[in-house]
């Protein structure tokens, strides 16, 4: 059965901190999609990153990188340097190729970052 | 270009009352998804439709609930007789293609319906 798991339910930090979010996954599929998305206190999703199953290459976007391991099934997302703007809760996503597209959540990390 | 439109943000009903939430795509996007956001809980797929057509409900409550997307017009949400438990906050998330295979395309989501059942 397909799930995400995001272990770490809350993290706290001081600005100016690296900070990793873990993310496992379980899928049957070889085909499949990772995202990530992000809610900040407004409550609105934004999107952050998409990765297919055939690309296992980490992927840097300014503060933000991703670690796309297949081996251990895990997608995790380090944030350098945190800013007190980074405050949000994180969810990651999965989706599969046997499916319609419907993204299977994990259930966020509440990251808090001090200033 | 405008992002997904969700409306209202946020809507108060009492118990046995309707609500319905709306939600317009992204321009170009012909795909819509609604995810249900419970306290204390990740989001849940609902529903995925298309224009004039429902193509997975399998994440919908069998009684009370139902979604559709017309021709014209935006995507409803339809929660009838409303309980406590449907309190939540609700998304719409519009995509360019069909969610399936190598065309699965990313989700954006829309800011949200916070329904609150008195």
């Known amino acids: 059965a397909q799930k995400v798991t995001q272990a770490q339910t809350e993290i706290s930090v001081v600005e100016k901190e690296d900070v990793t979010l873990d993310c496992v996954y379980e899928?049957?599929?070889?085909?499949?999609?990772l995202f990530w998305y992000k809610q900040p206190p407004s409550g609105e999703l934004v999107f952050l990153i998409r990765?297919?199953?055939?690309?296992?290459q980490n992927e840097i976007s300014g503060r933000y990188s991703w670690n796309f391991q297949k081996s251990t099934s895990s997608f995790n997302f380090t944030i350098t340097a945190s800013q007190v703007v980074d405050s949000a809760v994180y969810f990651c996503a999965l989706s599969e190729r046997g499916s319609q597209g419907n993204l299977i959540f994990g259930k966020g990390t509440k990251l808090s970052v001090k200033p | 270009n405008a992002g997904v439109m969700q409306n209202p943000r946020h809507l108060v009903r009492r118990r046995g009352q309707e609500a319905r939430l709306r939600c317009s795509p992204m321009k170009g996007h012909s795909h819509v998804y609604w995810y249900r956001q419970l306290p204390e809980e990740g989001l849940k797929f609902m529903v995925y439709?298309?224009?004039?057509?429902?193509?997975?409900e399998s994440g919908m409550p069998k009684e009370r609930f139902s979604a559709e997307f017309p021709k014209e017009g935006p995507s409803i949400l339809r929660i009838q007789q409303v309980v406590r438990g449907d309190s939540a906050a609700y998304f719409c998330?519009?995509?360019?293609?069909?969610?399936?295979?190598?065309?699965?395309?990313?989700?954006?989501f829309g800011p949200g319906t916070r329904l609150t059942v008195l």
């Open positions: 998330a519009s995509s360019p293609l069909r969610g399936s295979g190598l065309r699965t395309d990313t989700q954006y």
């Open positions: 990765r297919n199953s055939f690309d296992e």
């Open positions: 899928t049957r599929d070889t085909t499949y999609y």
């Open positions: 439709l298309q224009k004039e057509n429902i193509i997975d």
